[in-house]
């Protein structure tokens, strides 16, 4: 794991709690560190501040994507509007944590996007396990409401246009399709896609599928994703 944050008293602290359960930690002070130690020896995971001087945590999740890096990335941000969280995504960022945070929610995580970059073979659709709503499966494709997924090239269309998505909207967009036309809840979503629920007030979920919305919906084509309200989610076409 490489972890990146400027703050001495918060990486040493990160650095002693994640040693003891159970990482191999390379820390360092800045982004220019972090890219120079993510080129000589790639990790399994980083673990990025987004506020460091110089190259913030932003630019290197920008670096590493451009460069077709795609290990997992965790950002720790100060900052809590929606708008500085998109940008996190936009940058090709994971999942995020918000300071100040308990440690244990950062292992939670951790844990979440380690388990996501371990090959798994495709499962069955959530649910009763029948064929409501279920798409046609192949061992390398799943197809529904337009969308079809390239699950071992990680590449994914609606229609002939192909989307550029990172590691996160790909999982969500694949647990929707796998499941189009069910509803699921906002508990089974954060459990198949993060392994941990965050709880009624989180808007974790919330910001991802608007972002993932705004890179599926096309003028004068119906919206895919439906809000189930006070439920969850649901992939369809009306």
């Given at each position: 794991?490489?972890?990146?944050?400027?703050?001495?008293?918060?990486?040493?602290?990160?650095?002693?709690?994640?040693?003891?359960?159970?990482?191999?930690?390379?820390?360092?002070?800045?982004?220019?560190?972090?890219?120079?130690?993510?080129?000589?020896?790639?990790?399994?995971?980083?673990?990025?501040?987004?506020?460091?001087?110089?190259?913030?945590?932003?630019q290197v999740c920008r670096v590493?994507?451009?460069?077709?890096?795609?290990?997992?990335?965790?950002?720790?941000?100060?900052?809590?509007?929606?708008?500085?969280?998109?940008?996190?995504?936009?940058?090709?960022?994971?999942?995020?944590?918000?300071?100040?945070?308990?440690?244990?929610?950062?292992?939670?995580?951790?844990?979440?996007?380690?388990?996501?970059?371990?090959?798994?073979?495709?499962?069955?659709?959530?649910?009763?396990?029948?064929?409501?709503?279920?798409?046609?499966?192949?061992?390398?494709?799943?197809?529904?409401?337009?969308?079809?997924?390239?699950?071992?090239?990680?590449?994914?269309?609606?229609?002939?246009?192909?989307?550029?998505?990172?590691?996160?909207?790909?999982?969500?967009?694949?647990?929707?399709?796998?499941?189009?036309?069910?509803?699921?809840?906002?508990?089974?979503?954060?459990?198949?896609?993060?392994?941990?629920?965050?709880?009624?007030?989180?808007?974790?979920?919330?910001?991802?599928?608007?972002?993932?919305?705004?890179?599926?919906?096309?003028?004068?084509?119906?919206?895919?994703?439906?809000?189930?309200?006070?439920?969850?989610?649901?992939?369809?076409?009306?």
């Amino acid at each position: 794991m490489l972890l990146a944050e400027d703050d001495r008293a918060i990486r040493h602290a990160l650095e002693r709690a994640l040693t003891l359960e159970g990482y191999e930690v390379t820390a360092v002070a800045d982004g220019v560190e972090a890219l120079a130690q993510a080129h000589k020896t790639p990790p399994d995971v980083l673990l990025l501040d987004v506020m460091m001087p110089g190259i913030d945590g932003l630019q290197v999740c920008r670096v590493l994507r451009a460069e077709g890096d795609s290990t997992p990335i965790l950002m720790l941000t100060a900052l809590v509007e929606t708008a500085d969280r998109i940008a996190g995504l936009d940058a090709g960022a994971d999942d995020y944590v918000v300071k100040p945070f308990d440690v244990e929610e950062v292992f939670a995580r951790l844990r979440a996007l380690l388990r996501r970059t371990s090959p798994a073979p495709a499962g069955p659709a959530v649910g009763d396990g029948g064929g409501r709503g279920e798409p046609q499966l192949s061992d390398r494709q799943v197809e529904a409401a337009g969308i079809r997924m390239d699950l071992q090239a990680r590449r994914a269309w609606r229609g002939k246009r192909e989307l550029e998505l990172t590691r996160t909207e790909f999982e969500l967009l694949e647990l929707l399709v796998r499941n189009a036309g069910i509803v699921l809840d906002h508990s089974t979503i954060y459990d198949r896609i993060w392994g941990y629920d965050f709880g009624p007030g989180s808007k974790n979920l919330a910001v991802y599928v608007g972002y993932l919305r705004r890179k599926l919906d096309e003028p004068g084509a119906p919206q895919l994703i439906h809000t189930v309200r006070g439920v969850g989610y649901v992939l369809r076409e009306d």
